[in-house]
């Protein structure tokens, strides 16, 4: 289906037995049978549950996929996939990836004899180049996390059919009202839906979205096996997200735009990383295969430094500092001590995630505004950086940097 408002809101069924405009919550742990095997197709609310099955089902269709299966997390969801794979199985995966992915590939399955090769996509020669004849899934997010990087979908899917591969695509990003990986050539498409999909940043909950029939069966039965479920009521949590995904998601893009726009003409500002922006390496790539350029922008500091980029993080007032992104409220991060630390910091400066790197999730805020915000900030870290280069810092002031340093985010 093609992701229009009008279509992806009536997506959302009517509930048949009352009418309910609203899905219902079904907050049940198990369902009364007629005889021993025979029920409404329901028995156990972790084989099933009518309001997950709901999300599964709508997200499935925007996604113009075959199956849907709803997870407790992203990173369950992500788990599920590698379960497909054997000892012995190779990953092809994308450079700049997600830290929790590559903690996941590396210290988990890695141990059980899944090994991960990490290249830049963007080019899909080096797709081709890396594929040995253990490659049994590539694996790529597009745009990534946390540069921005694209990679053409429709040529990668190409690759892998010739190799026998299957193409699993991260659109968490682009989130379906902008991308559709499986109408493109990919075999899997994986979300946390804790972003854009849900979008209020009140939920954890991921998805997987397989293009034909038997792989989603297989991560169904994962899904049971393992038992990483989504609850009813974050299922519909989710649900009521979708209903509004077109509107937020394009003014997400909107205010996005006008800040990456903003950053590209600051004197501090080093790099900026935004699809949207014509200077960007694989601009035609992401105007092609998408309706859109999302609202997560990037950008590095001319003061290429973990603690020019500390101060920025703690100098805004409308972007919060915290973990997540896809949210009504704009939020900035420091991927080098947040959501990349697991990375190893020569593999992750090689991905281009340098020590000043700062990602923000530009919301709905007033573009106006959030622009204001950035630019006081920068404010204070021009004074600061005078300042320092004139004046050794005070013991209080060294105390402090001390406390700051001490605070690291966890990474999540």
Not at 175 to 194: C, E, F, K, N
Not at 295 to 310: I, M, Q, Y
Not at 350 to 374: F, K, P, Q, T, W
């Amino acid at each position: 289906m093609s992701n229009n408002a009008t279509q992806l809101i009536h997506s959302i069924p009517i509930d048949p037995l009352t009418g309910a405009i609203a899905v219902p919550i079904y907050q049940t742990s198990t369902f009364v049978q007629e005889a021993p095997g025979i029920n409404k197709g329901y028995d156990y609310a972790r084989t099933a549950n009518p309001t997950r099955a709901a999300l599964e089902d709508i997200i499935a269709k925007l996604e113009n996929g075959a199956a849907g299966i709803a997870f407790s997390s992203g990173l369950a969801a992500i788990d599920a996939v590698i379960k497909l794979l054997e000892a012995g199985d190779e990953i092809l995966a994308v450079d700049d990836i997600y830290g929790g992915a590559f903690r996941l590939f590396t210290h988990i399955y890695q141990k059980f004899g899944i090994t991960v090769n990490y290249v830049d996509t963007t080019n899909a020669e080096n797709v081709f180049n890396a594929i040995t004849p253990k490659t049994k899934l590539i694996w790529i997010e597009t745009p990534t996390n946390p540069t921005l990087k694209i990679s053409d979908i429709e040529t990668i899917a190409k690759i892998a059919k010739a190799h026998s591969c299957l193409l699993c695509v991260d659109n968490t990003f682009a989130s379906p009202a902008l991308q559709q990986p499986l109408s493109l050539g990919a075999d899997i498409v994986v979300h946390s839906a804790t972003k854009y999909l849900g979008g209020h940043c009140d939920l954890i909950a991921g998805l997987v979205i397989t293009k034909e029939k038997e792989p989603g069966e297989k991560i169904k039965f994962i899904q049971n096996a393992s038992g990483a479920i989504l609850s009813p009521f974050d299922s519909w949590l989710v649900i009521r997200g979708i209903e509004t995904l077109n509107l937020r998601v394009k003014q997400h893009s909107i205010n996005a735009q006008a800040v990456a726009e903003f950053l590209e003409t600051h004197p501090a500002v080093d790099k900026v990383f935004y699809p949207g922006l014509k200077n960007h390496p694989n601009h035609r790539i992401a105007k092609k295969q998408a309706s859109g350029f999302g609202g997560v922008v990037s950008f590095t500091l001319k003061n290429d430094t973990e603690e020019a980029a500390t101060l920025f993080v703690t100098s805004t007032k409308y972007f919060k500092l915290a973990e997540s992104l896809g949210g009504v409220k704009s939020l900035l991060c420091h991927p080098a001590q947040m959501t990349h630390k697991s990375i190893p910091a020569e593999k992750r400066r090689a991905a281009g995630v340098a020590d000043s790197l700062v990602r923000l999730s530009v919301g709905l805020e007033e573009a106006a505004d959030l622009i204001a915000d950035l630019r006081q900030a920068f404010e204070k870290l021009q004074l600061t950086t005078v300042s320092n280069s004139f004046t050794e810092p005070v013991a209080e002031n060294a105390d402090r940097t001390i406390r700051t340093t001490d605070r690291k985010p966890a990474d999540l």
